[in-house]
């Protein structure tokens, strides 16, 4: 390709043109046969000098080959200046001869030349197409006449461009000069078109023109044509600048364009403008009633003035109708194998919701193998059903076990864009349907902005905290989001703002959520539930190994072979530095190691860091953590129970005491209203049962008694500490400390019947992580031990009570209790353990 100093159809800096004296013994001989250099865009005149730059390699190696030769090249226009190597049939047959003077190769490969032209040449026939183009050549000098005609034609072109030059800011002065000075016509003729603004087909015909004369009254035609141009504009601006103040300045440039292209026969800018969004509207690929909504405004757009208020609010509407993906989308990749190796190199174990985007996958992948079955089938189909092509899937589960980059590892092996949108603190509608046009300055909603910013109409769309929601006068959230989330309704959804249906059918939604209760009911049962547990100490070790400590190393720029985490070490990491459901507070150890490693590198060691579990200590102080479960019951009347928060499971204590009096019954430690009960539940239970613990009847008319549950500052609710605080009043009435390696859960009744409870999995790795290896369950819950890692299974011991006798014999020291016998737990079959998913 050929690019060039100078472009004809912009204005040129003449200061890169200079005359040359046409010597009087005549120019250096030009051969029959040049090498042909094709020009995009701009003429060489006989006579000139003219800086060019090539970069096409047909153009380099012509130029090489000339220049080791006699230096001389015919230069011949394009018609068609956008063809970067244009074909023989495309270039015009007269040109000039020119010599390359200078040239000068740039760094990055183009060449820079300086060539004066000699003499115009005709092509007689092209000899040579490749590597370049040569040709047979004939000169065809210029027909000069000496008549007074022709010195009136010269004086009257040279007064023409002294106006054209005082008129025109970017022509110096010195060019003026010069052409006041020269004498010569067919040089001033030259010299004068080389420095005009003209069109290609102009500068052409010039040189094409035999007759010096002929050329004169054609370039005083341009020459007029062009002055009346100029001066129509400095009329137009002399008129509007006295009418104008410094504010309309803006206001005046538009008007004076549109005046100079009315005067030259094109179209304003409104007009363009208009014509533009509507060529954009034809190819956007718009359903039908969105277009025809798009072209009725834009028919309001035409017929309003630029000035009008209402006019950029329509144009807003437009932009962003336009610029939504209606048919844009990314291929499925629906490659099994594929998808779920991209999964386990992201994300640790988590089998269940890897399962369910494989089987997304291969229905997709079916249902694209099978269309042309299915469409004999088409009269059967269900027509009040539409087939589903996207799903809504909700990740619930503690903080830092993994949900939200989950997200982002099923579009990476999904092959499709991931957007995400944090619903927490939400509490305007409008922030997900949009504000009503009427509105001074409204937009849509962010559902629709995030679908255009990813240039997608199905890609990965995560909603992150769904369960945050919150709600005031400006609107429910949580309502808007059943038609973004309702499988059968997203198909048409209509944000506030664009009031057209807008498909969201393919999209992929993904909701994450700590806890389901804040999710009203509605809600949640348009989505999928997907459970992720707390992590085991097991799963958090291997998570360490395979990711936190590799990507540690990387971020703080150290390389593997200076620091090295033993097994043992990152096991008291897990067990004296953490104590939560996921992993992030593992990383943040971590990272502080190997903060302090980077700092010994960065002062010179060059020893590797093998941190043992020995030297933790040294890296983060003092362990945060420790059991007391052996000393917080090692004295009767407390016992150990299990809860659910939202951010995984953990252990409490239940406190009981007496004293003399005859207050009664005291239950501290803000509880709610239903535990509240279930703690008077056990005392009743308890007092039915005074006979067994050996208590005389008249024990509670002198004593009162408090409950308390730690820590006070936390609310706590729900049934399930009933068990619990029946054993902390046994123990204390009967003075039998409760075993130390023992938690319990369950909901009581006052015929000591023990019911079944929620949140099974979550309590037992929280008694896992404090040490415990012995719990009690109610035996209905048994069937949930088969959500539990093999590991765990292996490693505890589980007690199934379905009465509050057998929790008493079990769990108080030194006692067998009136109850039968405790019935052992039997375990499941073997499943494959459950994994959690751990951020990459």
């Not at 003429?43 to 390699?57: D, F």
């Not at 004999?376 to 993994?402: H, K, M, N, S, T």
């Not at 009690?776 to 299974?793: A, F, G, H, S």
Request: net charge negative.
């Amino acid at each position: 390709m050929l690019l060039f100093g100078r472009d004809r159809s912009k204005d040129k800096e003449s200061s890169a043109l200079v005359p040359v004296e046409q010597p009087e013994s005549g120019g250096p001989d030009i051969p029959a046969e040049l090498a042909v250099l094709p020009l995009r865009g701009v003429v060489v005149y006989p006579m000139m000098w003219l800086p060019l730059t090539i970069g096409q390699p047909r153009s380099v190696r012509l130029v090489d080959d000339a220049v080791v030769e006699n230096r001389m090249v015919g230069l011949f226009t394009s018609k068609n200046p956008q063809a970067e190597e244009p074909p023989p049939d495309e270039l015009y047959h007269i040109g000039t001869a020119a010599i390359v003077h200078r040239m000068l190769k740039a760094p990055d490969g183009t060449i820079r030349l300086i060539v004066q032209g000699i003499e115009r040449i005709r092509i007689d026939s092209f000899t040579q197409t490749e590597p370049y183009l040569r040709a047979r050549v004939m000169p065809v000098p210029d027909v000069l006449e000496e008549s007074l005609e022709m010195e009136a034609l010269s004086r009257n072109a040279q007064e023409q461009f002294r106006r054209l030059v005082t008129l025109v800011p970017h022509l110096p002065d010195e060019l003026q000069t010069a052409v006041m000075n020269v004498e010569d016509a067919r040089q001033l003729v030259y010299l004068i078109a080389s420095s005009l603004r003209m069109d290609l087909a102009d500068a052409q015909s010039i040189l094409e023109i035999d007759s010096v004369r002929d050329k004169l009254v054609r370039l005083n035609a341009l020459l007029a044509k062009e002055l009346e141009v100029l001066e129509l504009g400095q009329k137009i601006q002399s008129q509007a600048q006295g009418e104008m103040e410094k504010v309309q300045r803006e206001y005046f440039l538009r008007e004076q364009l549109k005046a100079i292209k009315k005067e030259l026969g094109e179209e304003d800018e409104q007009t363009a403008e208009i014509n533009e969004l509507e060529e954009r509207i034809s190819k956007a690929g718009m359903p039908e009633e969105a277009e025809k909504e798009a072209r009725r405004e834009l028919d309001r757009m035409r017929k309003m003035p630029t000035q009008a208020a209402e006019y950029s609010v329509i144009k807003t509407y437009l932009d962003w109708l336009i610029s939504l993906p209606w048919q844009k989308f990314t291929e499925d990749n629906l490659d099994i194998a594929h998808a779920r190796r991209v999964l386990d190199e992201d994300h640790y174990d988590l089998k269940e919701i890897k399962d369910r985007i494989l089987e997304f996958l291969a229905v997709r992948k079916l249902r694209t193998e099978r269309k042309g079955e299915h469409a004999a089938q088409e009269e059967a189909r269900d027509y009040i059903r539409r087939e589903r092509e996207g799903i809504i899937l909700c990740f619930v589960g503690p903080p830092g076990v993994g949900k939200t980059s989950l997200g982002l590892s099923v579009a990476r092996a999904m092959g499709r864009k991931f957007i995400r949108m944090s619903l927490g603190g939400v509490r305007d509608e409008a922030e997900i349907r949009g504000f009503r046009r009427t509105y001074i300055g409204s937009m849509p909603g962010r559902i629709v902005q995030m679908i255009r910013r990813a240039e997608s109409k199905n890609p990965v769309f995560m909603l992150d905290e769904v369960d945050k929601l919150g709600m005031d006068f400006r609107g429910d959230p949580a309502s808007a989001l059943l038609e973004v989330l309702d499988p059968e309704q997203n198909r048409e959804f209509r944000d506030h703002y664009l009031d057209v249906p807008f498909d969201l059918s393919q999209v992929l939604f993904i909701t994450t959520a700590n806890t389901l209760e804040p999710i009203p009911g509605p809600l949640r049962d348009r989505m999928e539930i997907l459970q992720l547990s707390s992590y085991t100490d097991e799963d958090k070790v291997r998570i360490a190994q395979g990711y936190l400590v590799p990507r540690q190393v990387r971020e703080n720029s150290l390389k593997p072979e200076e620091i090295e985490f033993e097994e043992a070490a990152i096991r008291r990491i897990v067990r004296d530095y953490t104590r939560e459901a996921g992993v992030r507070g593992l990383e943040r150890q971590i990272g502080a190691i190997c903060r302090k490693v980077a700092t010994k590198v960065a002062e010179g060691a060059v020893e590797k860091t093998i941190i043992t579990a020995d030297s933790v200590p040294s890296y983060l102080g003092k362990a945060k953590f420790y059991s007391e479960v052996a000393e917080r019951v090692s004295r009767p009347g407390v016992a150990t129970g299990l809860a659910v928060t939202a951010v995984g499971g953990d252990i409490l204590f239940i406190e009981a005491t007496r004293m003399a009096g005859s207050k009664g019954f005291t239950v501290t430690g803000q509880l709610g209203e239903v535990m509240r009960e279930s703690a008077q539940a056990a005392l009743s239970f308890v007092r039915s049962k005074a006979k067994d613990l050996g208590l005389d009847e008249t024990f509670f008319e002198k004593n009162d008694i408090h409950l308390h549950i730690p820590a006070g500052a936390i609310p706590k609710d729900g049934p399930s500490a009933g068990v619990t605080m029946a054993t902390a009043l046994a123990s204390l009435l009967s003075n039998r400390p409760v075993r130390a390696d023992l938690a319990m859960t369950g909901e009581i009744t006052l015929r000591g019947q023990v019911l079944p409870v929620g949140g099974i999995k979550e309590k037992v790795l929280a008694a896992h992580r404090a040490g415990l290896r012995t719990v009690i369950l109610p035996k209905r819950n048994e069937v949930d031990l088969e959500d539990l890692p093999e590991n765990v299974r292996n490693e505890m011991k589980f007690i199934f009570a379905d009465q509050v006798d057998q929790v008493l014999a079990t769990a108080l020291s030194n006692g067998s209790g009136n109850g039968s016998e405790p019935e052992p737990a039997t375990p499941p079959a073997q499943t494959e353990p459950q994994g959690e998913a751990v951020p990459v």
